[in-house]
């Protein structure tokens, strides 16, 4: 089993930042690659960043491409997730997955999610 642990959730202003991590641990992260999710209520989880086993190739949706920024350290077993340009459609529970493998970009494939962690952004 890994365990995967969010924190850097909060409230932000439109146009400010925040920085998430996840605190990945229990298997070998070298293998997996890493995935950021959110889920607004009532709508799926869906994908706003990916990274893969290596750090070397990455995945944004439009949504977030220019603003959202992944990056992962492969000693310290942890995945990053910049955010910067906070727009209120920003708002959700934001979730770290890992997948044996290559990148993928919607949540079913995924092995291995954390609890969440909330992020609240004001106009």
């Known amino acids: 089993q890994m365990q995967l642990a969010e924190s850097g959730g909060g409230l932000a202003q439109a146009g400010g930042s925040l920085r998430l991590s996840c605190a990945a ?3 070998p992260f070298t ?4 995935g950021w999710f959110r889920s607004a209520p009532g709508k799926e989880r869906v994908i706003v960043a990916a990274i893969s086993h290596t750090g070397e190739a990455t995945y944004y949706p439009d ?3 220019g603003r959202f920024t992944i990056s992962r350290d492969n000693v310290k077993d942890m995945v990053y997730l ?3 340009s906070l ?3 920003d708002t959700a529970v934001y979730y770290c997955g890992a997948v044996l493998g290559g990148i993928h970009t919607v949540a079913q494939p995924y092995d291995y ?3 969440g962690t909330q992020v609240t952004v004001s106009s």
């Open 31 to 34: 293998r997996f690659s890493m």
């Open 113 to 115: 999610w954390g609890q």
């Open 25 to 27: 641990s229990g298997r």
């Open 82 to 84: 910049q955010m910067n």
């Open 63 to 65: 949504t977030v491409k």
């Open 87 to 89: 727009r209120p459609e």
